[in-house]
């Protein structure tokens, strides 16, 4: 593979808010630099330094703060899809998918890319070992050996983001309003990230969703016929107050 194969796994210009991950830049920088940089080094020179990809991370944490966002938005993971097609099924079939990907590296070459598969929920499913992304709430319900070097060894909280990354969350779930000025100029994203203390990025989802309800039911209860107006469809907009009786 040429030089930019490698480079092009570390992008320096990824923006993850356009990738819609809000507040999580440290956390993101923190295990690229820890568990892809040898990836970024041609296959001669990491073997001629003896050193090892790191193989498998955990992330972990309280629910809907991103970590599954994490793991899939940057494109460069093919586990996911392979892993979809096998859900709920049996054992064997979880082993087949090791070996699937495995047979995948040995078609492309070992520094083909990355091949990683990722375990949502690992604490259902922590007896498997192998080369992957796993990610759960409770870190003390894995068993203590799939924590050592060699296997989840890159280990990173998610936690709930502070006022800064709920800003960025409310902005990403706000974006597509604001772009078709569906959004009023009295919401001020900072206040509403005050008012979101202690919210989960997913919480943040939950209450765009009840203010842009609370802004559709508010037409709905304004017009006199059964079918909302095309016209006050068009006015439809979501306020402050919204957003302050969805908080509610
Ligand atoms: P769980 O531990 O419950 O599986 P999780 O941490 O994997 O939770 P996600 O699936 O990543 O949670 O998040 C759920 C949804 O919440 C996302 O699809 C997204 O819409 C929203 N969300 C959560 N965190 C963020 C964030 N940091 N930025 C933007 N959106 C977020």
Redesign the pocket.
């Known amino acids: 593979k040429s030089k930019s194969a490698y480079t092009s796994i570390i992008n320096p210009d990824w923006d993850f808010n356009k990738m819609?991950?809000?507040?999580?830049d440290e956390e993101f920088s923190a295990i690229f630099r820890r568990a892809f940089a040898s990836r970024v080094f041609p296959p001669e020179l990491v073997e001629q330094i003896g050193m090892k990809h790191v193989k498998g991370i955990l992330?972990y944490?309280?629910?809907?703060?991103?970590?599954?966002?994490?793991a899939?938005e940057p494109k460069i993971i093919n586990g996911p899809q392979i892993l979809d097609k096998y859900v709920g099924e049996s054992e064997a079939n979880v082993r087949r998918l090791f070996a699937e990907a495995e047979e995948e590296e040995k078609r492309c070459g070992p520094h083909s890319g990355l091949h990683i598969i990722i375990f949502?929920?690992i604490d259902a499913i922590c007896k498997t070992r192998g080369s992957v992304v796993r990610?759960?709430?409770r870190k003390d319900m894995i068993d203590e050996a799939l924590l050592r070097p060699g296997r989840l060894e890159v280990q990173m909280e998610?936690g709930l983001?502070d006022e800064f990354?709920r800003s960025?969350?409310i902005a990403?779930?706000t974006a597509t309003m604001r772009e078709n000025n569906k959004l009023a100029t009295d919401v001020n994203i900072e206040e509403l990230a005050v008012l979101t203390k202690n919210f989960?990025?997913?919480e943040?989802?939950g209450l765009v969703r009840a203010a842009t309800s609370t802004a559709m039911n508010r037409l709905i209860k304004a017009s006199s016929k059964v079918e909302v107006d095309p016209d006050a469809i068009e006015k439809l907009n979501v306020t402050r107050s919204d957003f302050l009786h969805a908080l509610e």
């Open positions: 819609g991950i809000g507040g999580l992330l944490g309280p629910p809907g703060t991103g970590k599954t966002l994490m899939r949502d929920e990610m759960t709430n998610i983001p990354g960025q969350i990403i779930h989960s990025g997913a943040i989802e």
